[in-house]
Protein backbone atom coordinates (compact mmCIF):
# COMPACT_ATOMS: atom_id res chain seq x y z
CA UNK A 1 0.00 0.00 0.00
CA UNK A 2 1.55 3.52 -0.87
CA UNK A 3 2.49 5.24 2.30
CA UNK A 4 0.09 8.68 1.62
CA UNK A 5 0.61 10.15 4.95
CA UNK A 6 2.09 13.56 5.56
CA UNK A 7 5.16 14.14 5.19
CA UNK A 8 7.02 17.46 6.16
CA UNK A 9 9.94 18.46 3.94
CA UNK A 10 11.73 21.79 5.44
CA UNK A 11 13.66 23.16 2.43
CA UNK A 12 17.13 24.62 3.42
CA UNK A 13 16.51 27.29 1.33
CA UNK A 14 15.60 29.33 5.04
CA UNK A 15 18.53 27.84 7.13
CA UNK A 16 22.04 29.34 7.77
CA UNK A 17 24.01 29.03 4.54
CA UNK A 18 26.72 28.84 6.66
CA UNK A 19 26.05 26.10 8.59
CA UNK A 20 24.07 23.55 6.43
CA UNK A 21 25.20 20.95 7.87
CA UNK A 22 24.55 21.44 11.60
CA UNK A 23 20.92 23.03 10.32
CA UNK A 24 20.14 19.28 8.47
CA UNK A 25 20.74 17.26 11.69
CA UNK A 26 19.09 19.95 13.36
CA UNK A 27 15.64 19.17 11.45
CA UNK A 28 16.10 15.81 11.50
CA UNK A 29 16.51 15.69 15.33
CA UNK A 30 13.51 17.64 15.24
CA UNK A 31 11.00 15.67 13.20
CA UNK A 32 10.71 16.58 9.80
CA UNK A 33 10.70 13.47 7.74
CA UNK A 34 12.98 14.49 4.70
CA UNK A 35 15.26 17.77 3.91
CA UNK A 36 14.09 19.28 0.59
CA UNK A 37 17.49 20.86 -1.38
CA UNK A 38 16.71 24.05 -3.64
CA UNK A 39 19.26 24.14 -6.34
CA UNK A 40 18.95 27.34 -8.59
CA UNK A 41 21.16 28.56 -11.27
CA UNK A 42 20.24 32.34 -11.47
CA UNK A 43 18.69 31.18 -15.26
CA UNK A 44 15.61 28.99 -14.68
CA UNK A 45 15.09 31.15 -11.52
CA UNK A 46 16.09 34.61 -10.29
CA UNK A 47 18.06 33.72 -7.62
CA UNK A 48 21.49 31.81 -7.52
CA UNK A 49 21.98 29.02 -4.19
CA UNK A 50 24.57 26.29 -4.63
CA UNK A 51 25.08 23.33 -7.33
CA UNK A 52 26.45 19.22 -6.54
CA UNK A 53 29.54 20.20 -4.52
CA UNK A 54 26.69 21.92 -1.80
CA UNK A 55 24.87 18.61 -1.91
CA UNK A 56 27.70 16.44 -1.60
CA UNK A 57 28.82 17.97 1.07
CA UNK A 58 25.50 18.21 3.04
CA UNK A 59 24.77 14.38 2.61
CA UNK A 60 26.73 12.82 5.40
CA UNK A 61 24.46 15.19 7.56
CA UNK A 62 21.61 13.41 6.10
CA UNK A 63 20.20 10.70 7.35
CA UNK A 64 16.33 10.64 5.88
CA UNK A 65 15.60 11.38 2.67
CA UNK A 66 17.42 14.13 0.44
CA UNK A 67 15.13 15.52 -1.45
CA UNK A 68 16.46 17.66 -4.64
CA UNK A 69 14.19 20.44 -6.46
CA UNK A 70 16.31 21.66 -9.53
CA UNK A 71 15.44 24.99 -10.29
CA UNK A 72 18.14 25.09 -13.25
CA UNK A 73 17.62 24.97 -17.38
CA UNK A 74 19.24 23.41 -19.08
CA UNK A 75 19.09 20.52 -16.83
CA UNK A 76 20.03 16.98 -18.19
CA UNK A 77 24.07 17.76 -18.26
CA UNK A 78 23.61 17.85 -14.33
CA UNK A 79 21.16 15.55 -13.54
CA UNK A 80 24.19 12.47 -13.18
CA UNK A 81 26.48 14.72 -10.94
CA UNK A 82 23.04 15.19 -8.51
CA UNK A 83 22.79 11.15 -8.37
CA UNK A 84 26.18 11.10 -7.64
CA UNK A 85 25.89 12.95 -4.68
CA UNK A 86 23.34 10.90 -3.09
CA UNK A 87 20.42 12.53 -4.06
CA UNK A 88 16.85 10.25 -3.20
CA UNK A 89 14.78 12.10 -4.98
CA UNK A 90 15.49 14.42 -8.17
CA UNK A 91 13.07 16.58 -9.53
CA UNK A 92 13.12 18.96 -12.78
CA UNK A 93 10.83 21.59 -13.79
CA UNK A 94 8.64 20.87 -16.77
CA UNK A 95 9.24 24.64 -18.11
CA UNK A 96 12.97 24.06 -17.97
CA UNK A 97 13.23 21.57 -20.76
CA UNK A 98 11.33 20.90 -24.34
CA UNK A 99 12.09 17.09 -23.44
CA UNK A 100 11.33 16.93 -20.17
CA UNK A 101 10.21 13.20 -20.91
CA UNK A 102 13.57 12.46 -21.63
CA UNK A 103 15.04 14.23 -18.29
CA UNK A 104 12.58 11.81 -15.89
CA UNK A 105 14.10 8.46 -18.63
CA UNK A 106 17.41 10.24 -17.12
CA UNK A 107 16.81 10.33 -13.97
CA UNK A 108 15.05 6.41 -13.37
CA UNK A 109 17.78 4.97 -15.82
CA UNK A 110 19.89 6.51 -12.83
CA UNK A 111 17.96 3.61 -10.12
CA UNK A 112 17.11 7.73 -8.38
CA UNK A 113 13.82 8.46 -8.01
CA UNK A 114 12.10 11.22 -9.75
CA UNK A 115 9.96 13.60 -9.77
CA UNK A 116 8.63 16.77 -12.13
CA UNK A 117 7.52 20.44 -10.83
CA UNK A 118 5.24 22.41 -12.23
CA UNK A 119 5.13 26.34 -11.57
CA UNK A 120 1.79 27.99 -10.67
CA UNK A 121 1.14 29.29 -14.28
CA UNK A 122 1.74 25.88 -15.46
CA UNK A 123 -1.28 23.76 -16.61
CA UNK A 124 -1.00 20.52 -14.34
CA UNK A 125 -2.17 18.30 -17.78
CA UNK A 126 1.45 18.99 -18.70
CA UNK A 127 2.33 16.57 -16.80
CA UNK A 128 -0.25 13.74 -18.04
CA UNK A 129 2.51 11.80 -20.09
CA UNK A 130 4.63 11.53 -17.37
CA UNK A 131 2.32 9.84 -14.62
CA UNK A 132 3.53 6.20 -15.76
CA UNK A 133 6.89 7.20 -14.89
CA UNK A 134 7.39 9.94 -12.07
CA UNK A 135 7.71 9.06 -8.37
CA UNK A 136 6.57 12.94 -7.56
CA UNK A 137 4.69 15.61 -8.70
CA UNK A 138 5.36 18.97 -7.24
CA UNK A 139 3.14 21.99 -7.39
CA UNK A 140 4.64 25.24 -6.80
CA UNK A 141 2.55 27.05 -4.68
CA UNK A 142 4.54 30.48 -5.30
CA UNK A 143 6.79 31.49 -8.52
CA UNK A 144 10.40 29.65 -7.39
CA UNK A 145 13.17 31.49 -6.70
CA UNK A 146 12.77 32.62 -2.65
CA UNK A 147 11.37 31.72 0.70
CA UNK A 148 8.98 33.32 2.86
CA UNK A 149 6.40 34.46 -0.64
CA UNK A 150 2.75 34.38 -0.22
CA UNK A 151 1.12 31.16 -0.94
CA UNK A 152 -1.61 31.11 -4.37
CA UNK A 153 -4.60 30.16 -3.73
CA UNK A 154 -5.29 29.52 -7.12
CA UNK A 155 -3.10 26.34 -6.96
CA UNK A 156 -5.28 24.32 -4.82
CA UNK A 157 -7.45 23.64 -7.33
CA UNK A 158 -4.58 22.00 -9.71
CA UNK A 159 -3.95 19.83 -6.50
CA UNK A 160 -7.36 18.19 -6.43
CA UNK A 161 -7.24 17.54 -10.04
CA UNK A 162 -4.16 15.97 -10.03
CA UNK A 163 -4.99 13.84 -7.72
CA UNK A 164 -7.57 12.48 -9.61
CA UNK A 165 -5.52 12.25 -12.41
CA UNK A 166 -2.93 9.71 -10.66
CA UNK A 167 -5.71 7.52 -9.03
CA UNK A 168 -3.83 4.64 -7.21
CA UNK A 169 -0.27 5.14 -8.99
CA UNK A 170 2.42 5.53 -6.34
CA UNK A 171 3.16 8.82 -6.76
CA UNK A 172 3.90 11.90 -4.07
CA UNK A 173 1.91 14.74 -4.06
CA UNK A 174 4.35 17.69 -3.19
CA UNK A 175 3.26 21.21 -2.45
CA UNK A 176 6.69 23.82 -2.25
CA UNK A 177 6.09 26.93 -1.24
CA UNK A 178 4.13 29.48 1.40
CA UNK A 179 3.15 26.52 3.80
CA UNK A 180 2.37 26.97 7.25
CA UNK A 181 -0.48 26.02 9.63
CA UNK A 182 -2.63 27.82 7.83
CA UNK A 183 -2.25 26.99 4.31
CA UNK A 184 -1.50 23.16 5.05
CA UNK A 185 -4.81 22.15 5.84
CA UNK A 186 -5.98 23.56 2.35
CA UNK A 187 -3.40 21.14 0.29
CA UNK A 188 -3.61 18.54 2.53
CA UNK A 189 -7.49 18.24 1.91
CA UNK A 190 -7.08 18.24 -1.94
CA UNK A 191 -4.83 15.41 -1.40
CA UNK A 192 -1.13 16.74 -0.82
CA UNK A 193 1.14 14.21 1.04
CA UNK A 194 4.76 15.80 1.03
CA UNK A 195 4.48 19.49 2.41
CA UNK A 196 7.66 21.78 1.50
CA UNK A 197 8.39 24.23 4.18
CA UNK A 198 11.57 26.63 4.78
CA UNK A 199 10.31 29.61 6.34
CA UNK A 200 7.55 28.10 8.03
CA UNK A 201 10.17 25.66 9.37
CA UNK A 202 13.07 27.84 9.87
CA UNK A 203 11.54 31.17 11.23
CA UNK A 204 12.43 31.95 14.29
CA UNK A 205 14.78 28.97 15.36
CA UNK A 206 18.49 28.02 14.80
CA UNK A 207 20.47 25.20 15.70
CA UNK A 208 21.18 26.79 18.66
CA UNK A 209 17.75 26.99 19.40
CA UNK A 210 16.11 24.06 17.50
CA UNK A 211 12.92 23.27 19.59
CA UNK A 212 11.66 25.88 17.53
CA UNK A 213 11.92 23.96 14.29
CA UNK A 214 10.12 20.76 16.25
CA UNK A 215 7.33 23.37 16.99
CA UNK A 216 6.89 24.89 13.83
CA UNK A 217 7.00 21.22 12.25
CA UNK A 218 4.55 19.67 14.74
CA UNK A 219 1.85 22.55 14.06
CA UNK A 220 2.04 21.71 9.90
CA UNK A 221 1.61 17.87 10.76
CA UNK A 222 -0.87 18.60 12.83
CA UNK A 223 -2.59 20.94 10.90
CA UNK A 224 -2.62 18.63 7.38
CA UNK A 225 -3.16 15.77 9.64
CA UNK A 226 -6.85 16.77 10.94
CA UNK A 227 -7.17 17.67 7.25
CA UNK A 228 -6.59 14.68 5.64
CA UNK A 229 -9.10 12.78 8.30
CA UNK A 230 -11.82 15.40 7.11
C1 LIG B 1 11.10 28.34 -3.75
C2 LIG B 1 11.60 27.00 -3.24
C3 LIG B 1 10.81 26.59 -2.03
C4 LIG B 1 11.01 27.57 -0.89
C5 LIG B 1 9.93 27.39 0.13
O1 LIG B 1 11.67 28.57 -4.99
O2 LIG B 1 11.44 26.01 -4.22
O3 LIG B 1 11.24 25.28 -1.61
O4 LIG B 1 12.26 27.39 -0.31
O5 LIG B 1 10.09 28.42 1.05
P1 LIG B 1 8.84 28.92 1.89
O6 LIG B 1 8.32 27.68 2.59
O7 LIG B 1 9.42 29.94 2.83
O8 LIG B 1 7.83 29.47 0.93
ZN1 LIG C 1 11.80 23.82 -3.54
Known amino acids: MFDRTIKIAPSILSADFANFGEECQAIENQGCDW??????????????????????????????????????????GFVEQFAE???????????ATPHIHRTIQLIKGLEIRAGVAVNPSTPIESIEYLLD????????????????QKFIE??????AKLRSMIGDRPIHIEID?????????LVARAGANVLVAGSGVFSGG?????????????????????????
Open 154 to 159: SQVSKI
Open 85 to 95: VGADFITAHVE
Open 177 to 185: GGVTPKTAP
Open 35 to 76: VHVDVMDGHFVPNITFGPATCKAIRPHIKKIMDVHLMIAPVD
Open 133 to 148: MVDLVCIMTVNPGFGG
Open 206 to 230: SVGNPSVYGENIKMIRAAAEEAQEQ
